[in-house]
């Protein structure tokens, strides 16, 4: 009774050792680290790659984009153009608060985003909008007009800065993007949009 009261305390202590280990991330909160995860994370808003963003990143408004992305094509080209010209530079990191700062450069898109958004709002109430985000046919017409407004639309005048804090999932770091960085990333083009689809 004894050796079977020991064997199964040494499993489950066996259990807990991995359990807590697989929590923790594989790397180590270093400068040279944090910035893989950043050249990771904006690589993936260049070419709107929806699986790594999804691991590196964590943005109210990008992830509503990104679930109508899984099975609408119209709002991936979207998310393709407005970050498709995106530059940034990393200009600071600060280990021990757990944040890095950014400063990010990109089409001047507010304005086209916002009068195209006030458009749609003056045809549709929200809850048409949110009825037709599911229709192909629509999305192709109305989402191509965005993205040939955002083609159109000329480089910002100067950079700005954003901070990011870090967090750690069970695999790697994520950088969390509050209303700030989404704006600063998207050149205030999700701030427009952030209206209509959520």
Known sequence: MKKTISLLLSVIIIVLAFSSCSSKPNA??????????????????KEFDTKKLDTYVSSSTLSIIMKYAESHTQFQDLGKAIFSNLSYEIKSIDTQNRTVTVSVLNKDLYDKAYTFVNGLLQNYSTLQLLQRLGDDAWLDNNLAKLTDEIDSASMQSSPTDITLTISQSSKNFVLQFDENAENGVSGGALSAIKGTIS
Do not use: G, P, S, W
């Not at 180590?28 to 050249?39: G, Y």
């Open 28 to 45: 180590e909160l270093t400068e040279e680290n944090i910035t893989k995860t950043v050249d990771t994370a904006f690589t993936a808003l």
